[in-house]
C-alpha cells in the first residue's frame, strides 16, 4: 500500500487540538468499549495515547496495553505527556505502521480487544489496516473500530460559506486517495476481514452555545479546517481569500447564543 497522509499535520497546534479532542470524546469511547479489566489491548494509530492510557488504567495491573503510532512527532509528545502525569510506564507505545505492526511473533494472535480511531479516515488502504488488526486478535477478541463520515456534520444557524468550505474539506480526502465517508463503512470492513461485525452506533460529538464545553467544539472545528488550510487551497478546492473569509464568519458564529454543531462519530465493533 502506498503512503498513507495525514491531512492535519503535526504541527504543535494540531497537537493542542487533538489533545483537546481526546478530552472532550474519550469518556464516551470507554463507555462504548466496555472494558472489565484484565483485558490485554492493541491501540493502533494511537495518536497522543490519552485514550490508550484510560483504557490501561481500566484493564489495571493484570491487563497489558500496546499503543502503536506511525508519527514521530505525536509518540514523543505522547510519551512525554504521559511522563508529566506519572504515568510513563502504563503502556507500551512503540513506533511503527498500522500495516506492519511492530510485534513480537509470540503477541500476534493474543489480543482480547483490538482497536482503532480516527486512523481509517487517513489511510489508502484501509481494509489492509484492518485485517492486520484482526491477525493481532485472539480468537474471539473484540475489534473496534471508530472513525468519521464527513457527512453527518451540521452547524445552525448555517454560517455563510460554509457548506461550500466543508464540501472542499471533504474533498481535499480525494486529492489524497483518503475516504471522507469511512465511517458508514466500518461494519463493511470487519466482514470483509473476517471479524463478525456484532454492532454499531455512534457516539455523539457536538454541543451549543451556552455549554461550558461548546467553544472547545467550536475551536475544534475551526482548527481542523484551518490544518487543512494547505491541502484545500494548494489543490485549488478553494482560494485563499475565500477560505479566510468562510473562517472569520465560523469565529463570528461561535459567538452566537443560538450556535448549535451536530456531528456523531461511527464506532462498530466485531468479533474475531
Known amino acids: ?39 490485554k489491548i492493541l491501540d493502533v494509530g494511537c495518536g497522543l495515547a490519552q485514550l490508550t492510557r484510560a483504557m490501561a488504567r481500566v484493564a489495571g495491573d493484570s491487563g497489558r496495553v500496546i499503543g502503536i503510532e506511525r508519527s ?53 488502504d484501509p481494509l489492509e489496516v484492518v485485517r492486520m488488526m ?25 454560517p455563510p460559506g460554509f457548506v461550500e468550505l466543508w464540501n472542499a474539506y471533504v474533498r481535499s480526502y480525494e486529492t489524497l486517495g483518503n475516504d471522507a465517508f469511512i465511517g458508514r463503512r466500518l461494519a463493511q470492513l470487519l466482514s470483509s476481514s473476517g471479524a463478525g461485525p456484532v454492532r454499531n452506533t455512534w457516539l455523539f460529538f457536538g454541543s451549543c452555545a451556552g455549554n461550558p464545553d461548546f467553544p472547545d467544539y467550536a475551536t475544534n472545528l475551526i482548527g481542523v479546517l484551518i490544518s487543512a488550510r494547505d491541502t484545500i487551497c494548494a489543490t485549488g478546492l478553494m482560494k485563499l481569500d475565500s477560505f479566510e473569509q ?27
Not at 495525514?6 to 470507554?30: C, W
Not at 464568519?249 to 452566537?256: S, V
Request: net charge negative.
Open 1 to 39: 500500500m502506498g503512503d498513507s497522509a495525514y491531512i492535519h499535520g503535526t504541527a504543535p497546534e494540531e497537537q493542542r487540538r487533538l489533545s483537546r479532542l481526546n478530552e472532550l470524546l474519550n469518556n464516551a469511547a470507554l463507555q462504548q468499549i466496555a472494558l472489565r479489566g484484565g483485558e
Open 134 to 158: 484482526v491477525e493481532a486478535a485472539r480468537p474471539g477478541g473484540r475489534i473496534i473500530l471508530q472513525d468519521d463520515d464527513h457527512d453527518v456534520l451540521r452547524l445552525w444557524p448555517e
Open 72 to 124: 514521530v512527532e505525536q509518540l514523543s509528545l505522547a510519551k512525554q505527556i504521559a511522563a508529566s502525569e506519572g504515568e510513563e510506564n502504563l503502556v507500551d507505545l512503540r513506533q511503527g505502521s498500522a500495516t506492519a505492526l511492530p510485534l513480537r511473533r509470540e503477541e500476534w494472535g493474543c489480543f482480547d480487544i483490538v482497536h482503532t480511531r480516527f486512523l481509517l479516515e487517513h489511510v489508502p
Open 246 to 272: 468562510v473562517i472569520s464568519t465560523l469565529r463570528r458564529w461561535a459567538e452566537r447564543p443560538d450556535a448549535a454543531i451536530w456531528y456523531s462519530v461511527c464506532y462498530a465493533e466485531g468479533i474475531k
